[in-house]
T-cell receptor
Framework: GEDVEQSLFLSVREGDSSVINCTYTDSSSTYLYWYKQEPGAGLQLLTYIFSNMDMKQDQRLTVLLNKKDKHLSLRIADTQTGDSAIYFCADLIGSGYALNFGKGTSLLVTP | EAGVAQSPRYKIIEKRQSVAFWCNPISGHATLYWYQQILGQGPKLLIQFQNNGVVDDSQLPKDRFSAERLKGVDSTLKIQPAKLEDSAVYLC?????????????FGPGTRLTVL
């Protein structure tokens, strides 16, 4: 499938904001997703954005979409140690709309 | 509501052996996916079912991997014979339908180690 690229690692202090970035290449992507994966746990959908939106806010999470640059970001406000996890950006591929994931960004939140 | 169930959770085999994984999706979900997640990478789709039919198996290594969903409910993924590079977590997911925007719910995965 088309490429989804993410930076691999981010470290922030507790209480700061975290910004995780993602770029994608498929201009026809209709939905873009952020998933969270904690050690030993399954993938959990955090939020998603439809391609006709520029921004979506959900409590501490803000998603920004720049379709021109094919850039997606996830901002986590007031980051907590419980937010430490791997965050995956994904778009949809194929006629069946399966998920096409990036390699994931490992977020480490330090006290 | 029960989530996606997978078994076993862990499996260790030697190369050239065979192995099978089982997945039971959320009740009523028509669409079932198998993803392979190699360490340090994102999950990659292996196969997608809509009820008991295959929607996409373009990335399934068909010389060694097979999957079925005979009654349109639970599914089995098999590897025969296994190679070292098959060491990964195998994730099963389901959604109510295969439409864009429908949330996919993931199981805990089966961690396979091939020695």
């Amino acid at each position: 499938g088309e490429d989804v690229e993410q930076s691999l690692f981010l470290s922030v202090r507790e209480g700061d904001s975290s910004v995780i970035n993602c770029t994608y290449t498929d201009s026809s992507s209709t939905y873009l997703y952020w998933y969270k994966q904690e050690p030993g746990a399954g993938l959990q959908l955090l939020t998603y954005i439809f391609s006709n939106m520029d921004m979506k806010q959900d409590q501490r999470l803000t998603v920004l979409l720049n379709k021109k640059d094919k850039h997606l970001s996830l901002r986590i406000a007031d980051t907590q140690t419980g937010d430490s996890a791997i965050y995956f950006c994904a778009d949809l591929i194929g006629s069946g709309y399966a998920l096409n994931f990036g390699k994931g960004t490992s977020l480490l939140v330090t006290p | 509501e029960a989530g996606v169930a997978q078994s076993p959770r862990y499996k260790i085999i030697e190369k050239r052996q065979s192995v099978a994984f089982w997945c039971n999706p959320i009740s009523g979900h028509a669409t079932l996916y198998w993803y392979q997640q190699i360490l340090g990478q994102g999950p990659k789709l292996l196969i997608q079912f809509q009820n008991n039919g295959v929607v996409d198996d373009s990335q399934l290594p068909k010389d060694r991997f097979s999957a079925e969903r005979l009654k349109g409910v639970d599914s089995t993924l098999k590897i025969q014979p296994a190679k070292l590079e098959d060491s990964a977590v195998y994730l099963c997911a389901s959604s109510s339908s295969g439409r864009a925007g429908n949330e996919q719910f993931f199981g805990p995965g089966t961690r396979l180690t091939v020695l």
